[in-house]
């Protein structure tokens, strides 16, 4: 089976992670093309398998009627079984759902919460008419991310496939990474948080470090690292002033698993997601997690079992779980640790599933 995988850009993203990790297993059975559209940051481009053909347009940000005409002239010429979209991609995939010879099937991946960002507007207009005139079937990523989804658009083609990541491995860097966080640890009981998100408003990362300054204030022995690009933003350069002295903003890392193998727990503040990769990757290193109530989190956590949710966008109730964290720390890392082998989140099974459903 001939697959394209379409993606706006490589950069160090959730979404982007799930097209590098799901182009690299379903390449193992497939013929996996994957075309990369915009002149952007690839940040993951070095960890795709040499068995994939991979295209890069650089077509210039910004959408344009001409941009959907390359596109839909590239794919006629690599004549694909299947278009796989993701995210952005279907703006530009759209004029070739409709031309394209029929027995070319194409499919979407719904990554963000759908009723925030695929109900209404532009989104909620692209995906009705990919569904009436471009004959494209759906992908949800998690089972409140399917529910909303199918609650929205009854009749549509869809099916859930919940995100998955490769398994955690450590780098040849583990050793380095455990002495810098050693380095910003007060003592040997210093509780490591962990935070990996791009800053942008949606992470809602302004909750995190207030209520993160807040529970250090109160004389708790903690830090908190952060991994994300965009820091050098208007609202990075916000965070970075209210941050207190235990919050250490690290940059974009390829070694997150190394960073999730020293950590204690991982923090998510977002105010909506889809299935964030950074939950599944936390699950697969057998970590707590403390999240607000999105899209992911909900499936991925058990209350006070694996971690906690906040039941709001409070500062003093994200605050108050931290706390609640440190109370009980040794009994929920024993429970994700036991857990982990049992993931549903393993990138074999969710490109087995996408291979059921491109057959379908």
Same mark, same amino acid.
């Given at each position: 089976m001939?697959?394209?995988?379409? *993606? &706006?850009? +490589?950069?160090?993203g959730g979404e982007e992670r799930l097209v590098v990790d799901l182009s690299n297993e379903l390449s193992k059975t497939e013929d996996v093309h994957l075309l990369v559209l915009k002149d952007v940051e690839q940040f993951y481009?070095?960890?795709?398998?040499?068995?994939?053909? *991979? &295209?890069? +347009?650089k077509l210039p940000v910004g959408f344009s009627v001409k941009q959907t005409w390359v596109i839909y002239k590239f794919i006629k010429e690599i004549s694909p079984d299947i278009v796989h979209m993701h995210d952005a991609s279907r703006y530009y995939v759209l004029l070739s759902s409709i031309l394209l010879r029929r027995d070319i099937k194409f499919y979407m991946t719904i990554h963000s919460d759908v009723l925030k960002a695929y109900k209404n507007g532009i989104s909620g207009m692209q995906v009705k008419l990919a569904h009436y005139l471009g004959r494209t079937r759906f992908i949800t990523i998690s089972p409140q991310n399917h529910a909303q989804f199918k609650s929205i658009?009854?009749?549509?083609k869809v099916c859930q496939i919940t995100n998955g990541r490769a398994a955690p491995l450590l780098s040849t860097h583990y050793d380095e990474v455990k002495a810098e966080i050693e380095h910003y640890k007060k003592n040997k009981d210093t509780i490591v948080f962990l935070h990996v998100a791009t800053c942008i408003p949606v992470k809602n990362?302004?909750?995190l470090f207030t209520a993160f300054n807040q529970f250090t204030k109160n004389g708790a022995n903690a830090i908190l690292l952060v991994i994300g690009n965009r820091f050098d933003s208007q609202l990075g350069q916000h965070l970075k002033l209210i941050a207190n002295n235990n919050i250490h903003i690290l940059g974009t890392?390829?070694?997150?698993?190394?960073?999730?193998?020293?950590?204690?727990a991982f923090c998510l503040s977002s105010l909506r997601e889809g299935m964030p990769m950074s939950i599944i990757e936390a699950v697969l290193s057998g970590l707590p997690i403390i999240s607000t109530t999105v899209c992911g989190a909900v499936d991925a956590i058990k209350n006070g079992e694996n971690g906690y949710l906040s039941p709001d966008f409070e500062i003093a109730?994200?605050?108050?779980?931290?706390?609640?964290f440190a109370e009980n720390k040794n009994l929920l890392q024993l429970y994700a640790q036991q857990n982990k082998g049992n993931s549903i989140y393993n990138i074999s099974s969710c490109a087995k599933q996408y291979v059921n459903w491109f057959k379908d």
């Open positions: 001939k697959i394209l995988e379409i *993606v &706006y850009g +490589l950069g160090s481009a070095p960890q795709l398998s040499q068995r994939i053909k *991979v &295209y890069y +347009l658009y009854p009749g549509y990362q302004e909750l890392k390829q070694n997150v698993y190394d960073y999730m193998a020293c950590a204690d109730t994200y605050a108050d779980l931290l706390a609640k």
